[in-house]
């Protein structure tokens, strides 16, 4: 194999890769999305009925016509936004210490970042309910110092979905903050304060705008998820926590409603497009 | 002239390594410094510790007479200009000059007035408006220069500025920063491991090693009279032979009896004859065995255009010749020839 036709075969790995695991499911989706229920398996008529289209937009004039539907996504992006904004001030400074750090440490200290990755998700947002729930770990210790005399209702909250998002996220912003940081040349700090800058001032002029499109990198990858995260709303979020995520299992599973979830999912994906394409513009725009 | 700079018994440690030794060194006021040593000799350190870069753990510098321990770098009344340039790579160039004079709270048409003045300076303008990756080596250095003269400073640091230029506008820019420092009047302190560019650019040269200055003086004196070893291997070529004072003004050594004018400590005592490749005249074979003179055989003949350097097989050593190209016989690859050399270019070195 030439050289050149070994570059353009391994150039379309990715591709390969984003045809078969992204576009066709996707596509699928959207055809379910176009589709009415039916009572069989699968639960939704078929696009293509005896030679003739049968496509309907009523499940998207469902998900926009419903204000519970819109609730639901505006409450998600609000509530994984603010776990980013969280993210980011709890990120930043951790990564900041792991790039100064000396080099021969910065690896374990980056082992300790990802460490929670070695088990399951779902096994620390369980820890999470036995540390919050009212007879749990944190309220026994105020109890038994004596900072309060009945139990703090911390479960079932959205500051708990919103603080277990930002602990389970917290690694994707840290890791391209710190990639971003590490790559930094020190001189250019240096020069800050060679120039009479105060090390604070130094930090928003130069670290601090030339570390932005790590923040943006770990944003996304924090706020994504964060959106359609399922299980830590399932586990740690109340009665009026309302999140998309939620709102999809039940209509997939509960109502068995496969085309209005599948239109649910195509409209969430249209909402996070915005975003993204906001964050690589202003990418695009690095030197 | 008053020192602008003064250091006093300067220590620094990294870990067990010592990268400035009890240094103590002035610098005038209107002075082009070098700096110089080979790498890991401490000049970048004693550089850095003057900006306020490193702390030293002994000693102390004093900048007019004000001791800057303590003093953050963003206080001291110095500037440095960094090896990779360290310009803002989110700020046009406009911008990265104003930086420092933004610090120090100009605003409107006094900093732009600043700004222009110090573009000016380095012939860059024209250019305020490109981001720094827009730019060349030569363009950047300029932007480099004139962002640390905008904050005019009392001395101008500069690491190894030359290093990342090409030979032709190496040499230009050495001749401007001799013109610019005339100009503007104050001292340059310049860190270089290339003797050529030391001795071209500065009025003083500092030769370092092992966090230590081992001699300090005008490029022309260091090259004239080595204190010892190290500034004579460092400072150009020498060939040096190892001997015993025989006289008052003679030493013994591999090259024979060799003639010293300069004093020599008493007889008996172990010294180094050192003489300039420059100073050594060959002519044809001569039989007689006089003084300052060996016979050996040409080993090698290196064309460098205006000179060639001869090496003379002479026993064990290889005697180190250069020659001006078109006077008088040449010699070849093989010839026997005489080479001899006038007491006066004899050094004594420390053995």
Redesign the interface.
């Known amino acids: 194999m030439s050289a050149a036709r070994f570059r353009k075969t391994l150039l379309a790995v990715p591709w390969v890769w984003a045809a078969l695991l992204f576009f066709l499911p996707l596509a699928i989706v959207v055809k379910i999305s176009l589709a009415e229920t039916a009572v069989g398996v699968p639960p939704y008529t078929a696009l293509i009925d005896h030679g003739a289209l049968r496509a309907t937009l009523a499940n998207y004039r469902d998900v926009f016509a419903d204000s519970f539907y819109a609730g639901a996504y505006v409450s998600s992006v609000k509530i994984a936004g603010l776990a980013t904004i969280l993210a980011v001030l709890a990120g930043y400074p951790m990564a900041y210490a792991i790039a100064r750090a000396p080099e021969r440490r910065r690896g374990l200290l980056l082992l300790l970042v990802t460490l929670p990755f070695w088990t399951s998700l779902l096994i620390r947002i369980y820890a999470w309910i036995g540390l919050l729930r009212p007879g749990g770990v944190i309220n026994a210790v105020l109890e038994s110092v004596g900072l309060i005399d009945t139990p703090l209702q911390m479960i079932n909250t959205t500051a708990a979905v919103c603080f277990g998002m930002v602990y389970a996220y917290l690694p994707f912003m840290v890791l391209p903050l710190y990639a971003r940081l590490e790559r930094l040349d020190p001189a250019l700090v240096e020069a800050a304060g060679d120039l009479g800058a105060t090390p604070w001032r130094a930090f928003l002029s130069v670290t601090l705008p030339l570390s932005l499109p790590g923040v943006m990198a770990g944003a996304l990858l924090v706020f994504i998820p964060c959106v359609g995260e399922f299980v830590i709303p399932d586990l740690l979020g109340g009665p009026d926590t309302v999140m998309i995520g939620k709102v999809l299992w039940s209509e997939f599973f509960s109502s068995r409603d496969w085309p209005l979830s599948a239109a649910l999912t195509v409209v969430m994906m249209a909402v996070l497009v915005i975003p993204v394409l906001a964050v690589q513009r202003t990418l695009g725009e690095e030197p | 002239m008053p020192a602008v700079i003064r250091i006093e018994g300067l220590t620094k440690r990294f870990g067990d390594v010592i990268a400035l030794d009890a240094v103590s060194l002035d610098v005038a006021e209107n002075e082009f410094l070098a700096l110089l040593g080979p790498s890991g000799c401490g000049k970048t350190t004693l550089l850095r510790a003057i900006?306020?870069?490193e702390t030293p753990d002994a000693g102390q510098i004093l900048i007019d007479a004000v001791n800057q321990n303590g003093r953050?770098?963003?206080q001291r009344p110095v500037?440095?200009m960094?090896?990779?340039y360290?310009l803002?790579?989110?700020m046009t160039v406009a911008d990265n000059v104003a930086?420092?004079l933004r610090?120090?709270g100009l605003k409107g048409a006094a900093l732009t007035d600043r700004v222009r003045e110090a573009l000016a300076r380095v012939e860059m303008e024209a250019l305020g408006t490109r981001?720094p990756?827009q730019l060349s080596g030569g363009q950047k250095q300029r932007v480099a220069l004139a962002?640390?003269l905008a904050?005019r400073p009392r001395a101008l640091l500069l690491d190894e500025p030359l290093a990342a230029l090409d030979k032709h506008l190496r040499e230009r820019t050495q001749l401007e920063l001799m013109t610019l420092r005339e100009k503007l009047g104050i001292a340059f302190i310049v860190v270089t491991h290339d003797q050529d560019e030391a001795m071209g650019m500065a009025t003083r040269v500092a030769v370092m090693d092992r966090g230590r200055i081992l001699q300090t003086g005008a490029p022309r004196d260091l090259y004239d009279r080595p204190l010892n070893r190290a500034v004579a291997g460092f400072f150009g070529h020498m060939n040096i032979w190892d001997g015993a004072v025989t006289g008052t003004d003679s030493v013994a050594c591999a090259a024979g009896t060799v003639r010293v004018a300069d004093p020599l400590p008493r007889e008996g005592a172990m010294v180094a004859v050192a003489v300039r490749p420059e100073q050594i005249t060959l002519r044809g074979p001569e039989n007689d065995v006089g003084s300052n003179q060996i016979t050996g055989v040409i080993a090698e003949v290196v064309y460098g255009g205006t000179v060639s350097t001869y090496f003379v097989r002479h026993g064990e050593h290889r005697l180190r010749v250069v020659r001006q190209n078109g006077a008088g016989a040449a010699f070849r690859r093989g010839d026997t020839v005489t080479a001899s050399w006038p007491a006066a270019a004899v050094r004594v070195l420390a053995p």
């Open positions: 900006a306020g870069l953050a770098p963003y500037n440095m960094f090896q990779s360290a803002f790579p989110h930086f420092g610090q120090d981001k990756q962002r640390c904050k």
